[in-house]
């Protein structure tokens, strides 16, 4: 009987050499779109399915909250794709060889990310980062612009520099991990390297932290690492930005915080926590005031994926059970409602034809609905109640305030100047004067309003059972 992590690994696999051939635009967004579907089926089946453990695969506490995430963001995304990709066929901005390219790269993007959550071994979790980067370079580059172009080299240089380095530090990992557990498969896998670490030798150790931290920081976006960043997000297609923002992060960050947590267990290493909050906080200052210089739509909700990434790397470097419980809840928010805007954000460069924001303008006059969703974005991204960032933030700075009033100051006044910015841009956007087309949009609007009923719930009421499930994470990550 197949289990239901095979499904989640085999039928993206399965589906790349399909997509890979079909030449009917229609024919191949359906095949994307039930594809994912199923693939997130496949993922809730996890929550009730046994947990599985071998040298190369693992489905514990901590990935398969955020399997489910991301597989239900890439079925979203993909039927916001199948419209925004239609148009831009439609408009010649887009070829039908190039469609079959973007179909099949889609579900080598999802698998690759899945394999990284799913794996035990530390190897093959650099292997699953490292492919989904290769994947979403190639679609940052997809229109074949020059702007594109630049685009697509700068985060392949960038990706390749960082994952290289933290291939470096998985290398010394294996080296310290040997000399305890022996050699082979074992010394690379999570769990025995989480029970092993208090006898690895610390300085070596320490040592490839540091690498690690650089290689999938350069991932997850910190400052200064994050140069490849706003420009993927702007020229890329919009679907792969939302998947870029709402899940790749997430997936580098994942894979640091495991690395942390062997760390963690040798108490002669150094105070990871200390560096994590520090570069955090500089993140989120760095591009809470990006954000007033941002003439491109895109690109300003790329620099606050940078704030809101460097949100959740401080809390994690704060730890404790209440700043890694908001971690991980910030965490889900920004994947729903980052994911959400960039739904709405592609719609609206659509209709309007362009991405810049001083010929955006109105749209509560022009466009209602966008002007809903993008309003409903900017309040929940930019933690207002009752939205569940609200939660996830005031979680953060009530904890950091208990514990470290002068980093609590900063933090607040990180999110104030972020919140000044987000709100100079909705007032222009909505109910500024009216500019551009005053076309219809020619989509669906689920998706989009699906991602902010969740994010809503989650600001008034979180299950027992998520709460239960965050709760033993966040004891998991120390």
Not at 38 to 45: S, V, Y
Not at 61 to 73: A, C, G, P, S, Y
Not at 196 to 212: D, R
Not at 214 to 219: D, M, P
């Amino acid at each position: 009987m197949i289990a239901a992590i095979d499904v989640v690994l085999i039928l993206p696999a399965l589906a790349i050499p399909v997509l890979a051939l079909v030449t009917n635009y229609r024919a191949g967004a359906f095949i994307n779109v039930a594809t994912s579907g199923l693939t997130f089926a496949a993922g809730l089946l996890l929550l009730a399915s046994e947990r599985v453990r071998s040298d190369l695969l693992i489905v514990d506490d901590f990935n398969i909250f955020l399997v489910v995430l991301t597989t239900f963001v890439g079925f979203t995304t993909s039927i916001f794709s199948a419209t925004y990709i239609a148009h831009e066929l439609e408009t010649g901005r887009l070829t039908p060889s190039f469609l079959r390219f973007y179909h099949a790269m889609y579900q080598a993007m999802m698998w690759s990310m899945n394999l990284a959550l799913l794996a035990n071994n530390i190897g093959i979790m650099w292997v699953g980062v490292e492919v989904a980067t290769l994947t979403t370079v190639m679609m940052v580059g997809l229109y074949r612009t020059p702007e594109a172009i630049e685009a697509a080299w700068k985060y392949f240089i960038l990706g390749s520099v960082g994952i290289s380095l933290a291939f470096f530090g998985t290398i010394l990992v294996y080296l310290v991990a040997q000399d305890v557990i022996g050699q082979g498969l074992q010394a690379m896998c999570w769990d025995l390297l989480v029970g092993a670490a208090g006898q690895f030798e610390p300085h070596l150790l320490s040592l490839a932290f540091v690498f690690l931290l650089v290689g999938y920081g350069t991932k997850i976006g910190l400052a200064p690492f994050h140069a490849w960043l706003p420009d993927a997000h702007a020229e890329g297609p919009t679907p792969i930005s939302a998947v870029l923002s709402g899940l790749l992060l997430n997936v580098a960050l994942y894979a640091l915080l495991r690395f942390k947590m062997v760390l963690a267990a040798n108490p002669a290493t150094l105070n990871v926590g200390a560096i994590m909050a520090a570069l955090g906080l500089v993140s989120l200052l760095f591009a809470a005031f990006m954000l007033y210089r941002r003439r491109d739509i895109k690109r300003l909700f790329a620099y606050s994926s940078i704030e809101h990434m460097g949100l959740a790397t401080f809390a994690f470097g704060i730890g404790g059970p209440l700043a890694n419980f908001a971690g991980l809840l910030h965490m889900t928010m920004h994947s729903l409602i980052k994911s959400a805007i960039f739904f709405t954000v592609g719609h609206i460069a659509q209709v309007k034809g362009t991405q810049r924001l001083a010929d955006i303008g109105g749209l509560s006059t022009t466009h209602p609905v966008l002007a809903f969703g993008f309003a409903l974005g900017v309040i929940a991204i930019a933690g207002l109640p009752p939205f569940g960032m609200f939660t996830s933030e005031f979680m953060l700075v009530s904890t950091t305030f208990a514990r470290q009033p002068l980093l609590a100051v900063v933090l607040v006044i990180g999110l104030l100047v972020s919140f000044g910015a987000l709100m100079l841009r909705l007032q222009d956007v909505v109910f500024g004067e009216p500019k551009g087309s005053t076309d219809p949009v020619k989509a669906s609007s689920v998706p989009l309003f699906i991602h902010f009923a969740l994010v809503l719930m989650a600001g008034l009421w979180l299950p027992e059972t998520i709460v239960h499930w965050f709760r033993t994470v966040a004891a998991l990550l120390g």
